[in-house]
């Protein structure tokens, strides 16, 4: 009688079956079927820093997969390898200011990159800020006109507020304004970039994002402010 293999499942939609068959496999191979990336065709990435990211790496002409599953953990782009096909060269991690601040965060994740590590990932961190301010340092650098503010998407207006405020708690919101047109490349503060910054903290206050008053603006992290 012939052994009965996880091989032999094919790969369902049923999830119990597919519970079935990592399981079987795990059995007959051992650890080294975690390493085995679990992909949903229709994963997007999490953030619009990760978005941001992704289109850079796309239009270098690399191939990757947003929010890679790997032994129970979420990768945030996987970034296949262009001569071995299903397999990845590389594993980035998108992080903000908020992670830098975050202790447990840092533990946490220790244990995750060990984890991943030794299943075989190469692991590389971008941060939020540092990606930001590069990217608008090489936009003006190359002699290009700074993007206008109308032409940038809320959600990344909010996600550079918030991880310039992380980054400096305590700013007033002028301070906040300030920065975030240095981060934007904006030599100026026209009324159009005031008013529109001005919506975007007030509605991360609305959301509960942000917390203190003009004078004195902290990150709301769990609950509680940062700084």
């Known amino acids: 009688m012939r052994p009965f293999r996880g091989t032999s499942l094919p790969d369902s939609a049923n999830e119990s079956v597919?519970?079935?068959?990592?399981?079987?496999?795990?059995?007959?191979?051992?650890?080294?079927?975690?390493?085995?990336?679990?992909?949903q065709s229709d994963a997007e990435p999490d953030s619009p820093f990760e978005e941001s990211v992704l289109a850079v790496l796309n239009g270098w002409g690399h191939t990757v997969q947003p929010q890679v599953g790997v032994a129970g953990y979420?990768?945030?782009?996987?970034?296949?390898h262009p001569r071995h096909p299903g397999a990845y060269a590389l594993g980035i991690e998108c992080d903000g200011a908020?992670?830098?601040?975050?202790?447990?965060?840092?533990?946490r994740d220790r244990l995750r990159e060990q984890?991943?590590?030794g299943l075989g990932w190469r692991l590389y961190r971008i941060w939020g800020t540092d990606w930001y301010r590069g990217?608008?340092?090489?936009?003006?650098?190359?002699g290009e006109t700074a993007r206008k503010v109308t032409?940038?998407?809320p959600a990344e207006r909010q996600l550079a507020l918030r991880e310039l405020a992380a980054?400096?708690?305590?700013?007033?919101?002028?301070?906040?304004?300030?920065?975030?047109?240095?981060?934007?490349?904006w030599r100026r503060t026209g009324a159009d970039i005031r008013t529109a910054l001005e919506s975007d903290i007030a509605d991360l206050y609305r959301r509960?994002?942000?917390?203190?008053?003009?004078?004195?603006?902290?990150?709301?992290?769990?609950?509680?402010?940062?700084?």
């Open 151 to 153: 032409l940038i998407a």
């Open 74 to 80: 979420r990768i945030d782009l996987g970034l296949r």
């Open 135 to 142: 990217a608008c340092g090489s936009r003006t650098e190359a």
């Open 18 to 39: 597919q519970h079935l068959k990592r399981y079987l496999e795990y059995a007959e191979n051992g650890p080294a079927v975690l390493a085995r990336d679990v992909v």
């Open 115 to 117: 984890v991943l590590n």
């Open 167 to 185: 980054e400096c708690p305590g700013m007033s919101q002028d301070e906040l304004i300030r920065e975030a047109c240095e981060f934007f490349g």
């Open 98 to 107: 908020m992670y830098h601040s975050s202790k447990a965060a840092r533990d």
């Open 208 to 227: 509960g994002r942000l917390q203190g008053g003009p004078d004195r603006i902290s990150v709301v992290r769990g609950g509680t402010p940062s700084g």
